[in-house]
């Protein structure tokens, strides 16, 4: 089966497609046909060696998909072949990579997905939306508290926001000019980008963009701070909780959030699809940039 991978991760290192052999799950194990699989920033960071990654021979990239169930372990009763489903893998800890023409994983990492939620669009719900979810968590502000919320219309910034607001948060979306309609949309207050963020006194801040310690300024005292990666979690002031955001796989969570997705109170957002054997070329654009909104999701 095709799958994409890297073989020597680093500044100049390509992306190939090769056939890797099909993989039997076992007890406890689920594989799934993929349909779907976004190419995501963190995906680029593994490529250009920017992360702690042990030694392999080569490395299968992707950490989320969307497809339908393949083939269960003898165990698995709650699943059966053809169902819909959405899944992210805890790609650090396995390396089992979501881009491939089918992934097995555990159960447990699995969530079913409605009928009306598209492969494509479930695929970029399953890591961004869960990340955007497990933040809100640790942040665990009450209903009516005010919180900001960097690059709020990013890919697990937008997720944030949406979710913010379900939940019943004041939210103070930092963002550019040209997200006004989003970020309006949702009911969020927009704050450009480029304001002074020691003017909000927020009672929390997620902060989606990796500002760091220059954010910090917008957590009134006590309040509460979440930070994306463990390099940019600026250390504690004025009595603000820090904390720094670890994403597990949770089929549970997963459905959810899938449910959510299905019924339009958050937004799967697609800039592009790209056929799994073009996987390069969805790389390089996402390393161009170019200010879309939404993921780039590979096809097989």
């Not at 990796?210 to 509460?224: F, H, I, K, N, Q």
């Amino acid at each position: 089966m095709p799958a994409v991978i890297v073989s020597a991760p680093g500044p100049t290192a390509v992306v190939e497609v090769v056939d890797v052999p099909v993989v039997e799950p076992g007890p406890g194990q689920v594989r799934v046909r993929v349909e779907a699989a976004p190419v995501t920033a963190t995906d680029v960071s593994a490529l250009r060696g920017h992360l702690p990654l042990r030694p392999a021979k080569r490395y299968v990239l992707g950490w989320s998909l969307a497809g339908v169930v393949d083939k269960v372990g003898a165990d698995i009763e709650d699943l059966a072949i053809g169902d819909p489903v959405l899944a992210m893998s805890d790609w650090f800890e396995t390396l089992t990579g979501t881009q491939a023409s089918s992934v097995v994983l555990p159960r447990a990492s699995v969530g079913r997905r409605p009928a009306s939620l598209g492969s494509v669009e479930a695929s970029v719900v399953a890591l961004n939306a869960l990340s955007a979810a497990r933040a809100l968590d640790l942040l665990d502000l009450p209903a009516g508290s005010t919180l900001a919320i960097t690059g709020a219309a990013g890919s697990v910034g937008g997720f944030a926001t949406e979710l913010a607001r379900h939940r019943g948060l004041n939210v103070l979306a930092v963002a550019r000019e040209a997200d006004r309609a989003f970020v309006e949309r949702t009911g969020a207050q927009l704050v450009v980008r480029g304001t002074d963020l020691g003017t909000l006194r927020a009672d929390g801040l997620l902060d989606s963009a990796v500002l760091g310690a220059s954010s910090l300024a917008a957590v009134r005292d006590g309040g509460t701070f979440v930070a994306f990666t463990r390099p940019s979690t600026p250390a504690p002031e004025r009595g603000i909780r820090v904390a720094t955001l670890a994403v597990v796989s949770d089929g549970s969570a997963l459905e959810a959030l899938a449910l959510l997705a299905a019924d339009g109170t958050i937004t799967p957002r697609v800039a592009a699809t790209c056929p799994l054997r073009q996987a390069s070329a969805a790389y390089a654009a996402l390393e161009a940039g170019s200010g879309r909104r939404g993921g780039v999701v590979l096809v097989p």
